[in-house]
């Protein structure tokens, strides 16, 4: 079945550490997005890819990197965690197309300690 | 400047009551226009999009939106509410701005069905 994963769902680890919060989707999709999301508040855009060896920041300024070697996996990494990381982390495809409707991921809770 | 407003930060309904969850947008051409849903501890789920054609479109779950250019809104809407559609609801609108093809989101709206 089609979908897009990610893992860990739930991460606890200590300031300092060096994390990296997986995504993958099996729909082929060439598009795919980072979103940096506080409990029941909004959408942050942080970074975004069009394609295999693209990857463009978004909206908002995140010290997270993403690398796109596969098409179908989007990893992003953050070389020193620390509690202003705390968040949930989402992951969101899309096909290209007229449309652009975006598929999410379940989503990573981050907590930095 | 493109844009997406959902002026209420929380709905409160009684269940079996219709409902309304308000959007409107700011968008150069023509909107391509989305709602998602938000459970608790969950990733967004596509409820429906407006592209083109009928105004009224109909999505998951017995949720439909209704497309109105003139007030440039996109509410969404049920017309009997469960208590299980209680959640987090996102508007959304595609940048048509350049090249730019990202989706614009609204602040959220979160809905309260009550028993």
């Known amino acids: 079945e089609a979908d897009i994963y990610q893992t860990p769902r739930y991460l606890v680890i200590g300031t300092g550490k060096k994390i990296t919060l997986e995504c993958s989707q099996t729909?082929?999709?060439?598009?795919m997005y980072w979103y940096q999301q506080d409990p029941g508040m909004e959408l942050h855009l942080i970074h975004y890819?069009?394609?295999?060896?693209?990857?463009e920041k978004g909206d908002l300024s995140s010290e997270s990197t993403v690398s796109r070697i596969r098409t179908e996996h989007f990893p992003l990494t953050l070389e020193s965690a620390r509690p202003s990381h705390t968040s949930q982390y989402l992951c969101?495809?899309?096909?290209?197309?007229?449309?652009?409707?975006?598929?999410f991921g379940p989503g990573t809770r981050l907590t930095v300690t | 400047a493109q844009s997406v407003a959902q002026p209420e930060d929380q709905v409160n309904v009684a269940e079996g009551n219709p409902l309304t969850v308000k959007c409107t947008y700011s968008?150069?051409?023509?909107?391509?226009l989305f709602w998602y849903v938000q459970y608790p501890n969950r990733g967004l789920q596509f409820l429906l999009k407006?592209?083109?054609?009928d105004n009224l479109v109909k999505g998951s779950y017995g949720f439909e939106a209704e497309f109105n250019k003139s007030q440039t809104s996109f509410h969404l809407k049920k017309p009997s509410a469960l208590v299980s559609d209680s959640a987090l609801y996102f508007c959304?609108?595609?940048?048509?701005?350049?090249?730019?093809?990202?989706?614009?989101w609204g602040l959220g709206t979160s809905l309260a069905v009550n028993p």
């Open positions: 959304a609108v595609r940048c048509n701005a350049g090249n730019n093809r990202k989706l614009i």
């Open positions: 729909m082929g999709h060439d598009k």
């Open positions: 969101a495809s899309s096909v290209s197309g007229a449309s652009y409707e975006q598929y």
């Open positions: 968008v150069s051409g023509n909107p391509y």
């Open positions: 407006y592209i083109t054609g």
């Open positions: 890819s069009y394609g295999v060896n693209s990857t």
